[in-house]
């Protein structure tokens, strides 16, 4: 074992008197910390302590983050969708998947003050300045989300649903008109036909009270650089749009299209269908939430809120080669 000296002058006083004094030498020895592993087997409680000092923080994304959701009055709650990976989404992590990663993901991206472009019907409508932090538990892997009161421009004031990214990240992206779309009759009309035909074409079960009977979601939207609105609707058969038990045969069916440029039936050609049995598949039904060009290449994709029976998640549809196909899906879809 390694020894080092080192000498130290000292005074100490002797009995006879205060006035005798004497200089002596004092011997200290150094030695070096017992290994970690001895301290370990003899400090059981240290081991814990010591994984948790070295254990790694858990890496944050690299893209910016894409966040969903609602305003009530003057405040929004937005919640964690995914990392934007091109015209998909990253899935979010779970806390069993990477222990520590929700904590330091909300802590570092979703502090408050953190500042939030938001956006509506594919435009830039306003901002949010984070105030609170939240969890919502509803989503098969629990996801943060922030509060805060939100600043539209005018003609976005009746705005209830939004994405959102970081200001940092589209501090580019300029305020183009915005523009409420609502459907009309001929769109009604036009998405019942578009159920007919797919369920038809997918052998599904139709409805004895009729296809309006099961209609349950209808949305119109216009993608940027088209000329006219398309629209997406989602149907249930023997379920709900919701997070809830389905009865035996039930089945969701999702289905996009937008106006013929040839003369179809009823006006409208399916751009994308998502038909999901119950029996053979667990409940996974979905529902047209807002589109964005949400990595800025020029193409603008869509996100689908997705409900099970226990509880929900997020899809997104993109364009490739002409043809939309679900780019991303949590894990538990």
């Known amino acids: 074992m390694l020894r080092n000296l080192v000498a130290l002058a000292v005074i100490t006083a002797v009995t006879a008197g205060c006035d005798n004094v004497e200089w002596v ?112 538990e509803d989503f098969c892997v629990p ?38 779309h609502r459907h009309d009759y001929d769109q009604r009309v036009g998405s019942l036909s578009l159920a007919g035909t797919a369920m038809r074409r997918l052998g599904a079960a139709y409805p004895p009270n009729g296809v309006l009977a099961i209609r349950q979601d209808i949305q119109a939207f216009q993608l940027a650089g088209t000329s006219a609105e398309a629209i997406a609707a989602t149907f249930m058969y023997r379920d709900q749009l919701m997070m809830s038990q389905p009865d035996s045969g039930a089945y969701s069916l999702f289905v996009m299209g937008h106006e013929a440029e040839q003369e179809a039936e009823d006006g409208y050609e399916a751009s994308y269908v998502w038909y999901r049995a119950s029996d053979d598949d667990p409940k996974g039904a979905p529902r047209f939430f807002d589109h964005l060009d949400w990595d800025g290449d020029g193409n603008e994709e869509i996100l689908l809120d997705v409900f099970g029976a226990g509880s929900r998640w997020f899809a997104g549809l993109a364009q490739r080669s002409g043809t939309w196909v679900r780019t991303s899906e949590d894990p538990c879809g």
Not at 150 to 176: C, G, I, K, M
């Open 143 to 180: 996801r943060p989300t922030i509060s805060g009161t939100v600043e539209l421009v005018p003609n976005a004031a009746a705005s209830q649903r939004f994405l959102a990214l970081p200001a940092s990240a589209v501090s580019d992206r300029t305020y183009d008109p915005y523009q409420a």
């Open 25 to 136: 030498g004092l011997d200290v020895h150094l030695t070096p910390p017992r290994p970690k592993d001895e301290l370990v087997t003899d400090l059981p409680g240290l081991a814990a302590a010591l994984a948790t000092e070295e254990e790694p923080l858990p890496p944050l994304p690299d893209g910016p983050v894409l966040l969903a959701g609602t305003r009530s009055g003057s405040e929004a709650t937005l919640t964690v969708v995914g990392e934007v990976q091109g015209d998909a989404l990253g899935a979010f992590a779970s806390e069993s998947e990477v222990p520590g990663h929700r904590d330091h993901f909300t802590a570092e991206l979703l502090a408050p003050g953190s500042e939030w472009v938001l956006f509506a019907e594919g435009v830039r409508v306003g901002r949010m300045t984070a105030t609170t932090a939240g969890l919502d």
